[in-house]
Nanobody, 121 residues
Framework: QVQLVESGGGLVQTGGSLRLSCAAS????????MGWFRQAPGKEREFVAG????????NYADSVKGRFTISRDNDKNTVYLQMNSLKPEDTAVYYC??????????????WGQGTQVTVSS
């Protein structure tokens, strides 16, 4: 069983940047597609970005396209989410997940505990 731990969240001003990391232990991530999701208070968990097992395939929600970049380093067993030009509406708890690639959260079998991202206006 793989365990995931996110880090890198925090408080940033509008227009700022953050880089989230998702470190895995217990099993290699090489066999898993990975996704980043986020959930704001009172809202559904939503897809942010996904990446295939090799890193060649990536996909983004329209709301973050052009601002966020997902990547992975299988040697380091880590997945990243580079977030630029942050907006207040990006404020949420961000989760990484491992499983079968999908924009639907229920296709992912393993989740991290989440990291808070707050963007001030």
């Amino acid at each position: 069983q793989v365990q995931l731990v996110e880090s890198g969240g925090g408080l940033v001003q509008t227009g700022g940047s953050l880089r989230l990391s998702c470190a895995a232990s217990g099993r290699t991530l090489r066999n898993y597609s990975m996704g980043w999701f986020r959930q704001a208070p009172g809202k559904e968990r939503e897809f942010v970005a996904g990446i295939g097992v090799s890193g060649t395939f990536t996909n983004y929600a329209d709301s973050v396209k052009g601002r966020f970049t997902i990547s992975r380093d299988n040697d380091k067993n880590t997945v990243y989410l580079q977030m630029n030009s942050l907006k207040p509406e990006d404020t949420a708890v961000y989760y990484c997940a491992a499983g079968s690639y999908s924009t639907n959260w229920y296709r992912y079998t393993t989740w991290g505990q989440g990291t808070q991202v707050t963007v001030s206006s």
